[in-house]
């Protein structure tokens, strides 16, 4: 045996002795990972939403409203730690970023409709966006389901002053949806039953229906942790990641029933047959510049379904481009901030 | 020494098809579909990596810590194929028809038991005069309703301010 390969054993057993003295801090004395920490203000609430003000240089004077999912998960996966996030890097860029959380809904909030969040939550998100960067017009950024949900309140509001619309891995064509679509087809799925009976989504079947879409991710995750165990700045990346992707959010009941049969069953968006607050949802509508981002691997909002909207905006500024990664790392992790993360800023940054 | 890897990859690749084929006649119990889910196609290229890892493995003298690599590697290549052969299989029609059934049965099963346990909770609290869940859950709903109402009464007077040329606070 030469002396190269007793340094690489040696330098393997330091590593595996860093492993388990890892594995043994992980479990007795797991710690808090500190997420969200880029410094935010709170603007506005209404109910359990809430508008976040993040700090910048406002290089660019137009802010950039930026509306996540409602449910699943909560929206710190945005600014999950220092140097990996979406928020710390905008904000660094010098846009002046604003976060809509739609929070965490209650037994009491079973009556809110996808309607009522389009119609009435985001028109006044926009109008505190406005008061308070003190500028005429904002950007709006729709990521997952909060894409489709803004480009309907963009379609069905034209006095609100929108100067550019992104759409990052947000479906609008569900037939084309994935695995997600096929689930919920209204042969299968009986939504007004499952609503009628469990009252609101619970959040464990969410978390049940998004691990049963890749049953191996527990799997994989675990052989790459017990990999990189050694590594403490991996190791505190996926403390942070493994709490977000355990902490998941219950749907409020008719908001999920909206959601599913509108969007999913009938796919009223892409069809023009959606109504919202008596006014038609029109895609063509929009017609501001629009961003459309897709993700080459993304197995919840597959880049077809997502694509789509190009062809129904109004916009004639409107580009489309698909990125590696799945539908997180497209905007979370070190891919993002590689591939993403530049293309979004750059894009606004030219509008 | 040659016949080794290959005995042992033999057997592997036997259970990962028998394996699929049980997972595709669980999921078609009725009929097989025109296009069943051939685990040949993922296991292939996986097999082939493995039989390469393995021969380096046993060819190496003396081992280093860089077959500690190619056995992760494998490892993610298996986890990968599986992956895929339960997505291929997961994305069925007869896989969404079996769900839908057997959530059907759980919601069918979970409905009168639910509500069985609502009203002897709801009874039981009343007994103690405590307020029930749907009453409190109520409270919260008013209050939801009264915030509402409030905005609306906000946004009304924003508009008065902007209509008279004021900013709203």
């Given at each position: 045996?030469?002396?190269e390969t007793i340094r690489e054993w040696q330098e393997e057993l330091d590593k595996n002795v860093r492993r388990l003295r890892n594995l043994q801090t992980l479990v007795t004395r797991p710690v808090e990972p500190r997420v969200g920490q880029t410094p935010r203000e709170e603007i506005y609430k209404t109910n359990k939403s ?302 | ?85 339960l997505g291929q299989t997961m994305g069925t029609e007869q896989f969404a028809k079996l769900m839908g059934q057997s959530f059907d049965q759980f919601l069918a099963a979970l409905g009168p038991l639910r509500k069985a346990a609502e009203q002897q909770t709801e009874q039981a609290l009343q007994a103690l005069g405590l307020p ?38």
């Open positions: 045996m030469g002396a809430r508008l976040y003000r993040y700090a910048s240089s406002r290089r660019y004077r137009t802010p950039v409203l930026f509306v996540p999912n409602l449910g699943i998960s909560r929206p710190y996966i945005f600014d999950l730690l220092p140097g990996a996030s979406f928020i710390e890097h905008m904000t660094r860029e010098g846009f002046d970023f604003y976060l809509l959380d739609w929070g965490v809904f209650g037994p009491e909030d079973n009556d809110l409709t996808v309607e009522h969040c389009v119609t009435k939550i985001l028109p006044r998100m926009a109008q505190k966006v406005l008061q308070s960067s003190d500028a005429r017009e904002l950007s709006v950024l729709g990521y997952c389901m909060g894409a489709p949900m803004s480009a309907s309140f963009i379609a069905t509001h034209p006095e609100v002053p929108v100067k550019n619309y992104i759409d990052l891995a947000g479906p609008v064509d569900f037939s084309k949806v994935g695995v997600f679509g096929l689930w919920l087809k209204k042969e299968y799925f009986n939504v007004d039953r499952v609503v009628d009976t469990l009252g609101s989504i619970p959040a464990d079947l969410v978390k049940a229906g998004f691990k049963l879409v890749k049953p191996t991710m527990d799997l994989s995750m675990s052989l790459n942790l017990w990999w990189n165990l050694w590594n403490d700045n991996y190791v505190e990346g996926f403390q942070a990641l493994n709490r977000w992707a355990n902490e998941y959010v219950a749907f409020p009941g008719e908001f999920f029933r909206q959601w599913v049969r509108d969007f999913y069953q009938e796919n009223k968006l892409y069809r023009g047959e959606l109504v919202m607050g008596g006014r038609p949802v029109r895609l063509e509508n929009i017609t501001c510049p629009v961003y459309v981002v897709g993700a080459k691997e993304d197995y919840i909002a597959p880049p077809a379904c997502v694509r789509a909207l190009i062809d129904l905006v109004g916009s004639r500024d409107k580009e489309y481009v698909e990125l590696p990664g799945g539908h997180i790392s497209l905007i979370a992790g070190r891919g993002a901030a590689r591939h993403c993360w530049p293309k979004v800023s750059g894009w606004l940054a030219r509008h | 020494m040659e016949t080794t890897p290959n005995q042992l990859f033999e057997m592997w690749r036997k259970q990962v098809e028998e394996s699929a084929q049980v997972w595709t006649r669980l999921l078609s119990p009725e009929r097989p579909a025109a296009t069943p889910p051939d685990p040949t196609v993922f296991w292939r290229p996986v097999l082939d990596q493995g039989l390469q890892t393995w021969a380096k493995l046993f060819a190496q003298t003396p081992a280093t810590p860089d077959l500690l690599a190619q056995w992760k590697q494998f490892l993610d290549q298996w986890i990968e194929a599986w992956s895929k052969i029930s869940r749907s009453q409190v859950t109520a409270v919260a709903k008013q209050i939801v309703e009264l915030e509402e109402r409030l905005e609306r009464l906000e946004d009304r007077i924003d508009a008065v301010l902007r209509r008279f040329g004021k900013e709203p606070q």
